[in-house]
């Protein structure tokens, strides 16, 4: 189907169409680009920057079992500073505890399972092996810190296991998030960009659309003000092609048959004037014939008038002075086309 068959309506809202659906893919482009990086940061807070915060405090609670060992070693003559340290060894203890429960939460990868698996079996065999050593300083088998050294020192490599661990789990979290945070520039980049081009596609397609329809539709009608500009003129050889099935299509097709309708009526006036003016001239000459025919006969009457009051000199008998006869006044009358001019009527026959 021609765009010129298509009605103005359908026309404009093809073209509002076409750019409206544009604008919406371009809308849609939009969604789609924040919904990814929606979902990458959402899938970054929710996994990544949890792991390397849960990690991370793991390794600082580990760090605190550390210490606070060695502080109880250090203080193994003073049982009430024993005592106190020991409970907030058990604090950093929990602590730990609390964080491998964390991290087996948010932990989407087999890795990180695997991992924080580790962390917590090291921390079993650690707390286990520390209260036992803990038990014997308590009950004053061991008295000095080397010997609690001596006896922690089977368990050291569990408490190295979980610090390395955690730390390597909470780096691990943060390469995920430096990865992540460079994805989601990259598709807000790509998301612009492609926003970007969608409008000025279809700035271009309005542009275009708008001028396609404006001239399908302003043509036509300057070559239908100029068939009736001309018609105003008088111009009736004026031809209208239509070659269209809008509603211009229409109005050139009614003004094509308006003007075939004034030629037929152009004609028959021409022609009805045509034998006006035959008839009047046929009028003409038969009004002129009429009018010499009554000035013959007037003048016949005054011929005979003429004859009928002339008279013949007295003594003349000859032919030409003989008395005229009825008979040979008629036979004058019938000859005066034959009498000379400076003769009268009646002179042939002696009057």
């Given at each position: 189907m021609k765009l010129t068959d298509m009605k103005i309506g359908a026309r404009l809202g093809f073209g509002f169409g076409l750019v409206l659906s544009l604008l919406l893919i371009t809308g849609a482009v939009g969604q789609w680009g924040v919904k990814s990086v929606t979902g990458t940061m959402v899938t970054m807070l929710q996994t990544d920057a949890n792991i390397a915060e849960h990690g991370a405090s793991a390794r600082s609670a580990v760090l605190g079992l550390r210490r606070f060992e060695k502080d109880i070693f250090l203080n193994i003559g003073t049982p009430d500073k024993v005592?106190?340290?020991?409970?907030?060894?058990?604090?950093?203890r929990e602590k730990v505890e609390k964080s491998v429960v964390e991290l087996e939460k948010?932990?989407?990868?087999?890795?990180?399972?695997?991992?924080?698996?580790?962390?917590?079996?090291?921390?079993?065999l650690y707390v286990a092996g520390f209260n036992k050593v803990y038990g014997m300083v308590r009950d004053g088998r061991l008295q000095t810190p080397a010997a609690?050294?001596?006896?922690?020192?089977?368990?050291?490599?569990?408490?190295?296991?979980?610090?390395?661990?955690?730390?390597?789990l909470a780096d691990e979290g943060n390469k995920r998030m430096d990865v992540a945070e460079k994805l989601v520039v990259d598709k807000m980049n790509h998301t612009v960009m492609l926003m970007l081009i969608m409008s000025g596609i279809a700035v271009l397609v309005g542009i275009f659309t708008s001028?396609?329809?404006?001239?399908?539709?302003?043509?036509?009608?300057?070559?239908?003000?100029?068939?009736?500009?001309?018609?105003?003129?008088?111009?009736?050889?004026?031809?209208?092609?239509?070659?269209r099935g809008d509603e211009i299509g229409h109005?050139?097709?009614?003004?094509?048959?308006?003007?075939?309708?004034?030629?037929?009526?152009?004609?028959?006036?021409?022609?009805?004037?045509?034998?006006?003016?035959?008839?009047?001239?046929?009028?003409?000459?038969?009004?002129?014939e009429n009018q010499a025919e009554r000035r013959q006969r007037h003048a016949d009457r005054k011929d005979r008038r003429e004859v009928g009051r002339w008279r013949p000199p007295r003594g003349e008998g000859s032919r030409g002075n003989r008395p005229c006869h009825e008979g040979d006044r008629q036979q004058d009358i019938d000859h005066r086309g034959d009498r000379p001019p400076d003769q009268p009527p009646g002179a042939q026959c002696g009057h």
């Amino acid at each position: 189907m021609k765009l010129t068959d298509m009605k103005i309506g359908a026309r404009l809202g093809f073209g509002f169409g076409l750019v409206l659906s544009l604008l919406l893919i371009t809308g849609a482009v939009g969604q789609w680009g924040v919904k990814s990086v929606t979902g990458t940061m959402v899938t970054m807070l929710q996994t990544d920057a949890n792991i390397a915060e849960h990690g991370a405090s793991a390794r600082s609670a580990v760090l605190g079992l550390r210490r606070f060992e060695k502080d109880i070693f250090l203080n193994i003559g003073t049982p009430d500073k024993v005592e106190e340290y020991y409970r907030k060894w058990n604090d950093d203890r929990e602590k730990v505890e609390k964080s491998v429960v964390e991290l087996e939460k948010v932990a989407a990868v087999q890795k990180d399972r695997d991992t924080i698996k580790t962390i917590k079996d090291n921390l079993v065999l650690y707390v286990a092996g520390f209260n036992k050593v803990y038990g014997m300083v308590r009950d004053g088998r061991l008295q000095t810190p080397a010997a609690a050294n001596a006896a922690v020192a089977e368990y050291k490599d569990e408490t190295h296991k979980m610090e390395n661990t955690a730390a390597e789990l909470a780096d691990e979290g943060n390469k995920r998030m430096d990865v992540a945070e460079k994805l989601v520039v990259d598709k807000m980049n790509h998301t612009v960009m492609l926003m970007l081009i969608m409008s000025g596609i279809a700035v271009l397609v309005g542009i275009f659309t708008s001028i396609l329809i404006a001239r399908s539709i302003r043509t036509p009608i300057s070559e239908g003000v100029a068939v009736a500009n001309r018609l105003a003129e008088g111009d009736l050889t004026v031809n209208i092609e239509v070659n269209r099935g809008d509603e211009i299509g229409h109005l050139l097709a009614a003004m094509q048959n308006m003007v075939m309708k004034l030629r037929e009526i152009v004609g028959e006036v021409k022609s009805a004037a045509d034998n006006v003016a035959s008839g009047s001239q046929q009028l003409s000459s038969s009004s002129e014939e009429n009018q010499a025919e009554r000035r013959q006969r007037h003048a016949d009457r005054k011929d005979r008038r003429e004859v009928g009051r002339w008279r013949p000199p007295r003594g003349e008998g000859s032919r030409g002075n003989r008395p005229c006869h009825e008979g040979d006044r008629q036979q004058d009358i019938d000859h005066r086309g034959d009498r000379p001019p400076d003769q009268p009527p009646g002179a042939q026959c002696g009057h």
